[in-house]
């Protein structure tokens, strides 16, 4: 019997096989899973903004793409997970809102998929499969036995990658 690990908000977690991990709601937010095929471990973190140094009292790690990425990395590793093992695969980073000029808030889906992209370069981890942009909201899991990536999301077909 395979259980579900429940990943929050600006949270992350770690399961092995046969065990799925899961996140809802995605919007802008990106939620991004690391996997190893051969130790059948899975990571998956769910990230809000994607700078941690741009925010003083950034405690929460899971919170940002630049930390959260490397602590689920490094979580990864302890769990027996090999560096050179490891594939990524993302999704989120919608446009959620609908925002005049170049603000902030309304690129933020946009930024915080650009930061995934630019942490796996530096941790040397190949991006196997992405699910981005757009306007709408994802709901993920991640599938430790088999490394499939479901992604639902309402009114749309369920992608598997």
Do not use: W
């Amino acid at each position: 019997m395979s259980g579900v690990v429940k990943v929050g908000m600006a949270d992350l977690n770690i399961c092995k096989a046969p065990d799925t991990i899961t996140t809802l709601g995605l919007g802008s937010c990106i939620g991004l899973a690391l996997y190893d095929p051969v130790a059948k471990v899975g990571g998956l973190v769910h990230y809000m903004l994607p700078d941690s140094t741009k925010v003083r009292n950034n405690g929460n790690a899971a919170k940002f793409g630049d930390t959260g990425i490397r602590e689920l990395y490094n979580r990864m590793l302890a769990e027996g997970a090999n560096k050179n093992r490891m594939i990524a695969k993302i999704a989120g980073g919608a446009k959620m809102f609908e925002v005049s000029g170049l603000s902030e808030v309304g690129n933020i889906g946009a930024r915080n998929t650009e930061t995934a992209k630019q942490m796996l370069k530096e941790l040397g981890i190949r991006l196997v499969a992405e699910d981005t942009g757009a306007n709408y909201g994802r709901t993920v899991e991640l599938h430790c036995d088999t490394g499939e990536f479901y992604i639902k999301s309402v009114g749309k077909p369920m992608k598997i990658m």
